[in-house]
């Protein structure tokens, strides 16, 4: 059966671009890449398990309303969204309260949506 989610894959179209978002602004670290001439795949493995690829090998495009989205978890919501308004990312809508949990959603360099997530205290 099912054990957990293993990649999620975007698609790119300006490498170098998407690199210094991921990388450079989400300050993740790359883990498995290659590429054949100019068609790329990149991973970036989570902390907690997991990874995101991007690649464009695949004829699709970037896009915030394609249907599958990855929430990334994280520890200070407030912080790393002073952190990305910083480095000029942009937003859709405002931060979400919901009863367990606050989220926004940014876009990467590209145009696919990201959620950013953050869990309650626990009372």
């Not at 405002?94 to 009372?123: F, W, Y």
Request: overall charge negative; charged content about 25%; aromatic content about 8%.
């Amino acid at each position: 059966m099912l054990k957990k989610v293993a990649v999620t894959m975007y698609p790119m179209r300006d490498v170098e671009r998407a690199r210094r978002f991921y990388e450079e602004t989400l300050g993740l670290k790359v883990g498995l890449n290659g590429n054949q001439g100019d068609k790329w795949w990149i991973e970036y493995d989570l902390p907690g398990g997991g990874c995101i690829a991007l690649t464009n090998f695949i004829p699709d495009e970037p896009s915030a309303a394609a249907g599958g989205t990855i929430a990334f978890e994280v520890e200070d919501l407030d912080a790393l969204i002073a952190v990305l308004k910083s480095k000029s990312a942009t937003f859709r809508g405002e931060v979400v309260h919901g009863p367990n949990c606050r989220m926004i959603t940014c876009l990467d360099t590209e145009g696919n949506s990201i959620i950013l997530h953050q869990l309650n205290a626990k009372s």
